[in-house]
């Protein structure tokens, strides 16, 4: 596993928890991006690991946001500011999009604040664990900005389009009870539970033959674009896909024979 200035990775029964680590709230800048892109690339790769969690570094956020004076740095240089506003986008809507389309599943341990990139990194994951202390929003509204990774999409998909609205125009945060409330978050649970709560879970899916566990993201993060009927196409073909391993066949024995059963991931 390579090493990254702003990121850890730790893997343990075929689970990796990946840290993002940028004190004092590890913000966003251009290096935290790369070592994210980087560090989930070694992941996706590795057969080894079958779960992901990301969480931040510390107690205090998962992360807070982007790097402002990163950002006005980028603003200030003589350059295109439409050029640099464009790679700025294009980093953050690259590292969504890499976790939103991940086959193995990736969960947020959301340890604290978990605004603006940070909220919109949380919610490309495909479950969100969160601490009762953490306070989530989209701040940017009051930076003269809006969301620019997935946020103004993303978060009307999951707490609907209203609620979205209100949130981006106002910039507001709200709790880790009011977001479970909106769905933006699975479960809420003691600050010092996060970590183990998203192993758990983690480790209950790694359990599991990789092969459904990718042809079931599949099917709901195809699905969800399409037409009910064109979405029953997408889950036919993933179901299908599946018939010829020999996980779906130790699955079925061990269910008739009533023991755990022993996939193999073949």
Known sequence: MGEWQYVRVEVEEQ????????????????QVVTDLGEAMDELLADDAVKAIIITGGGTNAFVAGADIPEIKALLDQPDDDYAAASAFIERGQGITLKVERSPKPVIAAINGFCLGGGLELAMSCHVRICSDRARLGQPEINLGLIPGWGGTQRLARIAGKGKAIELILTGDMITAQEAYRLNLVNKVVPSGAVLKEARGLARKIAAQSRF??????RAIDQGLELAIEEGLQVEAQQFVGLADTEDIREGVSAFLEKRQPQFKDR
């Open 15 to 30: 689970v990796a928890v990946l840290t993002i680590d940028h004190p004092p709230v590890n913000s966003f800048n251009k």
């Open 212 to 217: 459904p566990v990718a042809a079931a993201l």
